[in-house]
């Protein structure tokens, strides 16, 4: 059980809220979500799926410059492919007028001001955490006046920046988030992707957050570490309008994922976005949701990556090794094998009847039957791996080599090389080899054993596929703590794409079907796959 889980446990025992418990996920609809947002979503989610309550959506839309319908569509499909069902979808965008009303109540009561001063200027009388602030000239404006500029600022009648709604708390409190906070500020130059240009005055996080919690009835508010300092605020706010004893949400915070060699930022995500860094949001490499689901990772490997690193309240950073191992055991146990030859040579049977032709019998698993089989064509003329050969093979190479040595054909036969072709710069073009027609594999003299086995596909029959092998995208373990700019920390090899020989039993692939490709890696289909041009993402290496 987590921190959090026994906090719940103990309101339940002590008939908190009347035993309800109802939590939300807000995310902002200005970015694709990443895998640090599945940590609160497994949080958020999973609570009320434990306890018997409902967990909502709620987009915190507050900043229309930012937030778009294609975040809200994006983050809808991710959590409901992620496999969560929420109860209701709710926007911040919801609670304007509740809020404005609010913001005028807190003007009446002599609880906020509105200030002219430039932004520069605001943030030059904070202070610091250990000097007080100084008292903007504005804060004692009378109450008429600042209803009617914030009226008018609603209105429209006031320029962008001009002007903003002030909290006026304290300005040399120790919590610097206490220090006249803004509460509203003017947007005008975009409009608002639900509400349009009704609006000329948006709430900030920290007056629209708390407020829209208490509004739905939340119980437990889950978030992450870096609200604790606004904690006090958000109970600050709610104080103001709902009597001591009622019903009011609490805020609870837990750590944030991080994860080696990657950003976790939507921010800086939409920044290799725009910049063509990346191919998109769902480009296999990004940490994003629809990124690793085009990696070739399920949505549950990712829960079950989730549920390994726990929570708690000490801020870290997780290996990506735990993540691409969590993939591996789950794929382990279920991806097809089949051969793809990334650098082909040709090998030619010499012994082997020309325009002979048999299928092969390979099990999908080795050792699991019950996974069935697939047949594999076999003809004089094969596909293998360049390196699987060495005309001068050393006494440790135990692959092909004119040496005399046995290896086998994975599946198939044994074979013994005996000569190669090179062109005229000395690269090898064709390996020679005989085999032995009684030592197939699943007969009598399939038992003898080799030192090697290698792959190999059937030249008349093998497809031609795009391999895309990704690596990592970063090639420092922590970009955000580096004082280059991020940009310039992107790993030159996390993509090389190379045209690889498969077998013929991969036709009639669908997106997103796993499968290991033998001695490789384990391959995911890409969505832009097609039966003419196969495209295969390699979701992660053998081993890690
Ligand atoms: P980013 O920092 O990437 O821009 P954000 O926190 O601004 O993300 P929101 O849409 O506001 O994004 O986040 C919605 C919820 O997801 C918040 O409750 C936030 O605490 C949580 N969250 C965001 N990033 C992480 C993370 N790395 N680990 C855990 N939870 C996160
Ligand atoms: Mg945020």
Redesign the pocket.
């Known amino acids: 059980m987590n921190f959090i889980e026994e906090i719940v446990e103990k309101d339940l025992q002590e008939g908190k809220n009347d035993g309800r418990i109802q939590t939300r996920?807000?995310?902002?609809p200005n970015?694709y979500l990443?895998i640090?947002?599945v940590?609160?979503i497994c949080m958020d989610f999973g609570i009320a799926e434990k306890y018997g309550g409902v967990c909502n959506l709620r987009f915190?839309d507050t900043n229309p410059a930012k937030e778009d319908t294609e975040y809200v569509d994006s983050i809808t499909g991710d959590i409901a492919w992620l496999g969560f069902k929420w109860g209701h979808i709710y926007y911040a965008s919801d609670y304007f007028q509740k809020l404005y009303d609010l913001a005028l109540q807190f003007i009446r009561e002599g609880k906020a001001y509105v200030d002219e001063q430039t932004a520069e200027q605001i943030a030059e009388q904070k202070g610091t955490p250990t000097e007080p602030g100084r008292p903007s000239p504005y804060r004692d404006r009378p109450i008429e006046e600042n209803l009617r500029l914030f009226e008018a600022m609603q209105a429209g009648e006031i320029e962008e920046g001009k002007m903003v709604l002030r909290a006026k708390i304290d300005m040399a409190n120790p919590n610097m988030h206490f220090r006249d906070p803004i509460m509203y500020r003017i947007i005008t130059s975009y409009p608002h992707h639900r509400t349009g240009r009704k609006w000329n005055v948006y709430p900030m996080y920290d007056f629209a957050h708390g407020q829209s919690d208490y509004f739905e009835g939340v119980t437990h508010s889950i978030?992450?570490l870096e609200?604790v300092v606004h904690r006090p605020l958000y109970d600050y706010f709610i104080d103001q309008f709902v009597p001591q004893g009622e019903y009011r949400p609490h805020q609870y915070e837990f750590n944030?994922?991080?994860i080696t060699y990657t950003v976790?930022?939507?921010?800086k995500m939409l920044q290799l976005v725009k910049e063509g860094l990346v191919a998109g949001w769902d480009d296999p490499r990004m940490p994003t949701v629809c990124g690793l689901r085009r990696r070739g990772y399920t949505a549950e490997a990712i829960r079950a990556f989730i549920d390994k690193i726990g929570y708690t309240k000490v801020e870290g950073m997780i290996d990506v090794g735990l993540l691409e191992h969590t993939i591996r055991e789950q794929l382990k146990e279920k991806a097809p094998r089949v051969c793809a030859i990334l650098d082909p040579v040709r090998l030619v049977i010499e012994n082997y009847p020309d325009g002979q032709k048999e299928t092969i019998t390979a099990e999908n698993i080795d050792g699991k039957a019950e996974l069935g089989t697939r047949p594999m064509p076999f003809s004089k003329e094969l596909w293998i791996e360049r390196h699987d050969f060495q005309e001068e093979g050393s006494k440790d190479f135990y692959r092909l080599s004119p040496n005399g040595r046995e290896v086998r054909l994975k599946s198939a036969y044994i074979i013994q090389a005996t000569r190669c072709d090179k062109d005229a710069d000395g690269r090898i073009t064709t390996v020679y080899a005989n085999y032995d027609p009684l030592s197939k594999s699943g007969t009598e003299g399939g038992n003898r054993k080799t030192k090697a086995t290698i792959n190999w596909v059937d030249c008349n029959t093998a497809l031609d596929a795009e391999l895309r092998l990704y690596d990592r995208l970063f090639s420092v373990e922590d970009p955000s703590a580096d004082p280059r700019d991020f940009r310039e920390l992107l790993n030159p090899d996390s993509l090389h794409v190379v045209t690889a020989k498969v077998e013929s039993a991969l036709a009639n692939v669908k997106k997103q079907d796993h499968f290991q490709f033998l001695k490789q890696g384990y391959f995911v289909v890409d969505d832009d796959s097609t039966p003419e041009h196969l495209i295969f993402n390699r979701t992660t290496s053998l081993k890690g």
Do not use: Q, V, Y
């Open positions: 996920f807000p995310p902002e970015g990443h640090g947002h940590k609160a915190d978030c992450t609200f944030r994922l991080n976790m930022s939507k921010r």
